[in-house]
């Protein structure tokens, strides 16, 4: 089984910008869609952007203008780059895949709808 793995959260101050990265733990064949979630403390996990396989993104409202999610087919990695980050954006980030190729023992395998174990984002003075 193929696991998601994020890095790049961290503390930064209102107006700061982070950027995050999630790639698969081992090798795959290819990723379809991609996406970036977050939850926020007491609250549900809501979508921040995706990217399709060809390079089509949609945001969320609060992230147009602010955020840009963009990946590396020769990696299968995927990017969140997140700019005027406010207080508000305070949450933990998933990485989604909606499908995952991967070869195991010789046979194509698919995974669907994988996630990553999230990386933590606050955005504090």
């Known amino acids: 089984q193929v696991q998601l793995v994020e890095s790049g959260g961290g503390l930064v101050q209102p107006g700061g910008s982070l950027r995050l990265s999630c790639s698969p733990s081992?090798?795959?064949?290819?990723?379809?869609?991609m996406a970036w979630y977050r939850q926020a403390p007491g609250k549900q996990r809501e979508s921040v952007a995706l990217?399709?396989?060809?390079?089509?993104?949609t945001y969320a409202d609060f992230a147009k203008g602010r955020f840009t999610i963009s990946r590396n087919n020769a990696k299968n990695t995927v990017y969140l780059q997140m700019n005027s980050l406010k207080p508000e954006d305070t949450a933990v980030y998933y990485c989604?895949?909606?499908?995952?190729?991967?070869?195991?023992?010789?046979?194509?395998?698919?995974?669907?709808?994988?996630w990553g174990l999230g990386t933590p984002v606050t955005v504090s003075s």
């Open positions: 989604n895949a909606d499908e995952i190729k991967y070869y195991s023992y010789l046979i194509l395998r698919t995974q669907f709808n994988s």
């Open positions: 081992g090798s795959v064949f290819s990723i379809n869609n």
């Open positions: 990217i399709s396989s060809g390079g089509s993104t």
